[in-house]
């Protein structure tokens, strides 16, 4: 079975541009979920999708992100216009259902705004 | 506000040792915790759970303590072994089997031969 794959793993911007990071989930897995890790601190939640729809999307720091799952498949990310504060390391994450199945994570996009 | 805390960066043990990692946490609602376990360039892997209904978790070479009352869980790894270096964060949520998940900022394991 392919684990979550998150591409690019690594995306470096200056403030101001776009960048938009993609996530392909386990097959089959509904939940879709989007964590960050900023500058080594506590991995923090950002939103949950089940399918296309977004469950929560309570953890989103502002409207500058913008996640979508179209279909119901693969998720993107996308932060614009980028700011200093966004660099940190991007994870996805997918369960088969939103309740008592581990996550699976994926390896992350680290994200660098210079 | 952090939610979850792991006071302890780093910790380093000597294989064959007991390994102990300590998750402090101020939210009462939380129920259900874990454990996950990062190597570098990788996503964190899950370990080991509890609900708040038990005091201890065992599977394998890994035991989770909980320790409600004082707010406290900890993860054992006896015998430590050098492949358990990883960053290891501790894990909650308010609903059992919930994966919306409040993390600490981890704990940097390093088991030495």
């Known amino acids: 079975e392919a684990g979550v794959t998150q591409f690019p793993s690594h995306s470096v911007i200056e403030k101001g541009q776009t960048v938009t990071l993609r996530c392909d989930p386990i097959?089959?897995?509904?939940?879709l979920y989007w964590y960050r890790r900023v500058m080594g601190k506590e991995i923090k939640f950002l939103l949950h999708?089940?399918?296309?729809?977004?469950?929560?999307e309570s953890g989103m720091p502002n409207n500058r992100f913008l996640a979508e799952r179209t279909g119901g498949t693969y998720s993107t990310l996308k932060v614009q216009p980028a700011e200093l504060e966004d660099s940190g390391v991007y994870f996805c994450?997918?369960?088969?259902?939103?309740?008592?199945?581990?996550?699976?994570f994926g390896n992350g996009t680290r994200l660098t705004v210079t | 506000d952090q939610q979850v805390k792991q006071n302890s960066p780093s910790l380093s043990v000597q294989e064959g040792r007991i390994s102990i990692l300590n998750c402090d946490y101020t939210?009462?609602?939380?129920?259900?915790f874990l454990w996950y376990k990062k190597y570098p360039a990788e996503g964190p892997t899950f370990l080991i759970s509890?609900?708040?209904?038990?005091d201890k978790n065992e599977d394998g070479r890994f035991t989770v303590f909980l320790n409600k009352s004082a707010k406290h869980l900890s993860l054992h790894i006896v015998p430590s072994q050098p492949g358990d270096s990883a960053v290891y964060f501790c894990?909650?949520?308010?609903?059992?089997?919930?994966?919306?998940?409040?993390f600490g900022q981890g704990t940097r394991l390093t088991i030495n031969p």
């Open positions: 994450a997918s369960a088969v259902n939103g309740h008592s199945s581990p996550l699976h």
């Open positions: 097959s089959g897995h509904d939940n």
């Open positions: 999708f089940v399918k296309e729809s977004k469950q929560d």
């Open positions: 939210n009462s609602m939380f129920d259900y």
């Open positions: 509890i609900s708040s209904i038990k």
């Open positions: 894990a909650a949520s308010e609903i059992v089997g919930a994966q919306k998940l409040v």
